[in-house]
């Protein structure tokens, strides 16, 4: 992840690409900043953040990211807020609506907060924000459409409004009788200004110009911001989220590492996924947009993913956030024609081949359910012990996969992905005490 952007209803995700090649997210909400540059941005831009009802993002978010020599660009939205409270730190602030609240001609929030619908209809405003009417009413009256009297009076109607109610039909609405209100609205259909849409298009060309410079580190690392106790519970927070997934992860392949021949058949995909991804890293070749949004559509009609919120539960079932979701789309754009030598780890690469197969979520479950079982039970006394070993073996190689067990059990644990003989028996005696508990023998076939 290089560049990642926070954008909703003032600028749809489309529309950046179109400016830069980046990861584009939801508006931000308080985290986010931190979890972008955790998870290795090397510039953001902040456009749009939640201002109700959601905490917002946090001003030590930011100073920590900019600590960490990330370059975080700020405009149009909350992004304009946040910089003009920042740009002394050394965050980036672009554009007319910054500018105001920099030096102080706007200074309330609600003059950028607009309603807008859900995320699944692309966060579309359903308000009009007060900058906008503002700079809409400045060019009617330089365009001769408005005297000075009945700018102000426009502007003092919608600011009085709730920003969720700033609608230009409604505002109108109070000057139906005013002769001049036909013509404005005649004139609105084309004169109309969106200034947040004109500054988060001007930031985002800045980032991409930032980006094309080709720098290898964003701005030299801040001083340190203080560790107070706010900031270590909100670092604790997203921390153990993180471990929560990491640890999701390893009970998945755990799961899979019980079926040898499923394993096989996923590491031969991780294989030669890793294969191609590093060729095409090495070649310096990225997913073009058409070609991901390709792949996007061919993965939700294999699993039928028709609608958002099938999509969204998806995404939950397989622990993805819906940047995750499109960087590993991306990843699997590339791997198709590529081969290299191997160098490094499988196991992402098999969560991804796992969640590519929709076979990531039933082996979720069944981990989840096998947790459950066995915090309920008195835990062994210990390690699997040399006399316990050979039974387990039995059961599990003869009984339960119906097969001889390997004469050479060192290779056989390197091809399913074990460490050691400890941690293999450890799993394999929570297997049998799972299976023990179900009172249930599952066919081979039908472990998922």
Known sequence: ??????????????EVAAYIEASVLPPAAQGDIYRAARQGAKAIGLIDGYFEGVPSVWHKEILWALEQGIVVFGSASMGALRAAELSSFGMIGVGSIF???????IIDDDEVAVLHGPAELGFAPLSEPMV???ATVARAEGDAVLDADQAAALLDAAKMRFYQHRVWD????????????????????????????????????????????GRETGPAPRPKVERTLAWQTLVRRIEAEAH??????????????????RYEDFRTRALLRHLA?????????????ETLAAQMSAHRESLGLFSSSSLRRWLDDNGLSAAAYEDWLGDAALAGSFAGPLNGQLAPHLLAELRQAGAYAGLKSRAMSKERYLDAQDPPSGPVTEQERLP????????????????????????????????FFELIRQEFMYHQGCKTRPEQKSRE
């Open 170 to 213: 409604q505002i109108l609405a109070e000057f139906q009788a005013a002769p001049w209100c036909d013509g404005f609205k005649a004139w609105l259909k084309s004169g109309r200004v969106d200034a947040k849409r004109d500054d988060a298009r001007e930031m985002l060309a800045q980032m991409a110009a930032y980006l094309n410079e």
């Open 392 to 423: 387990l073996a039995v059961w599990y190689f003869e009984t339960l996969l119906q097969r001889d067990i390997p004469d050479r059990l060192d290779e056989y644990l390197e091809s399913i992905g074990c460490r050691s003989r400890d941690e």
């Open 244 to 261: 929560r997934l990491q640890a999701e992860d390893r009970q998945v392949l755990d799961e899979l590492r019980l079926n040898p021949e």
């Open 1 to 14: 992840m290089t560049a990642v952007v926070f954008a909703g209803p003032t600028i749809g995700s489309e």
């Open 277 to 289: 991804l590093q060729e095409a890293r090495n070649s310096g070749r990225t997913a073009e947009r």
């Open 132 to 134: 906008s009417i503002r």
């Open 99 to 105: 500018e105001a609240y920099a030096n102080g001609s």
